[in-house]
């Protein structure tokens, strides 16, 4: 007769707990944490393993892609992560806000230790300390340009380029030094990109020009294409070129190049005129994101030939600006009311949004945002705003059921 054999969960080997646990729920987990040392290990060693490996993973908080973490103050541990993420969702935050003295529409981007911001004649990179910014000091200053409501730049490889009224410049942030300033005579520039040794300059008056960059002097002009609408924004990746218009006198929207062969290779549009495309950032080779007029946030697949997804503004308004993390979060910026919206790329609806207390009284839109896991920047016409999602107590200021309630009569 063969003898009663029992174990102990804690002395099965850590493979097979992990196993185990990966079935329980976050709950579960925190409570387990408390039984025994062992599991208490375990769990926060491998707590990326069980939580955030799962379909079910966070908001904003992932840092899953490179692009995220290379503008992220430090990479997260994990239960940062998830009470981040749950500030996110429940819209708890401070609010640091600057006055800009001029209305302007402005540009930013955001690096893991500077917040550059290009707005009039001047492109400025400030220290980032927190949520905080020292606009008396900055580490970087270019000016110069001509005096202009917008200043497009990008920065890529250490080099960033700008486009203003009917110039182009590069400028080199190691040699603090500019390596080309180019006129273009001919085109009201509306927009600039830069992708390794690939740049793209758009214009209001329907051009669109490509250059091959070699970092030392004047680009190389490789072709030039004129659409049938003004040009409001472009977009590089490694092999395509993405062109956005206004679309008022053609319903196509975007256009996409082939940057080897100079040919168009796919017209899109969302089947309705007037539906200007403001936005365009590349996900994959095969996939982009855009936002304009019609009030979408669309992703577009090459591979199809039309959008996939799409995320309508609740309240209808035009998409000014927008950012993603590469994984399931995108941010929007609106047309008025000073308004970001957060979205989960996994689900219809909105996640929450969140009003700038800067535009409370006088309304404005969100020329431009950035985020990563602890902060949303956003530009206005007269303030910067800076949202911190890290703190410990924040107010919850939550938007996400607006439209679920009913009004009885």
């Not at 004047?218 to 409001?232: Q, T, Y």
């Not at 009030?295 to 996939?308: A, E, I, N, T, Y």
């Not at 910026?333 to 989960?344: F, I, K, M, Q, T």
């Not at 790329?345 to 909105?350: A, F, L």
Request: aromatic share 14%; hydrophobic share 35%.
């Amino acid at each position: 007769m063969c003898g009663s054999y029992s174990t102990n969960l804690g002395d099965l080997a850590s493979e097979v707990l992990l196993a185990i646990f990966k079935y329980l729920y976050k709950s579960d987990l925190l409570n387990l944490r408390l039984t025994c040392w062992r599991f208490n290990s375990i769990i926060n060693l491998y707590w990326d393993k069980l939580l955030f490996q799962r379909r079910e993973s966070f908001h904003v908080t992932n840092q899953r892609s490179e692009d995220i973490r290379n503008r992220s103050e430090k990479i997260l541990h994990a239960f940062d992560k998830h009470r981040i993420s749950i500030n996110w969702k429940n819209g708890a935050y401070e609010e640091n806000n600057y006055f800009l003295f001029k209305k302007y529409i402005s540009c930013l981007y955001l690096e893991k230790d500077l917040l550059w911001l290009g707005r009039g004649c001047d492109i400025k990179a400030y220290e980032r300390q927190g949520c905080n910014i020292d606009f008396h000091r900055p580490r970087h200053k270019l000016n110069g340009f001509k005096p202009s409501h917008i200043c497009k730049f990008v920065i890529n490889n250490d080099h960033i380029l700008t486009g203003n009224e009917h110039d182009i410049r590069l400028y080199s942030i190691e040699n603090e030094k500019y390596i080309f300033d180019m006129n273009l005579h001919d085109l009201d520039i509306s927009s600039v990109d830069m992708k390794s040794e690939l740049i793209a300059v758009g214009s209001r008056n329907n051009i669109v020009y490509l250059y091959r960059n070699n970092y030392k002097s004047n680009p190389i002009f490789c072709c030039k294409e004129v659409l049938d609408d003004r040009i409001w924004s472009v977009a590089l990746n490694s092999t395509k070129l993405a062109v956005g218009t206004a679309a008022n006198d053609s319903l196509t929207s975007i256009v996409v190049f082939d940057v080897n062969t100079h040919t168009s290779i796919l017209k899109l549009d969302t089947g309705q005129y007037g539906a200007g495309i403001l936005n365009l950032k590349w996900d994959t080779p095969q996939l982009f994101w855009s936002g304009g007029y019609d009030s979408f946030l669309r992703r577009w697949d090459l591979r199809v030939g039309q959008f996939v997804q799409s995320f309508e503004d609740p309240f209808l308004s035009v998409v000014y600006s927008f950012d993603c993390d590469f994984d399931n979060t995108c941010i929007t910026g609106c047309e008025s009311n000073g308004r970001a919206v957060l979205w989960d790329t996994r689900k219809n609806k909105y996640i929450q949004m969140y009003y700038l207390k800067s535009c409370h009284r006088s309304s404005s839109p969100i020329y431009s945002l950035a985020f990563d896991p602890k902060h949303l920047f956003a530009v206005t016409e007269l303030h910067m705003n800076i949202l911190d999602f890290s703190v410990l107590q924040g107010i919850s200021q939550d938007y996400s059921d607006i439209f679920n309630f009913r009004i009885v009569i």
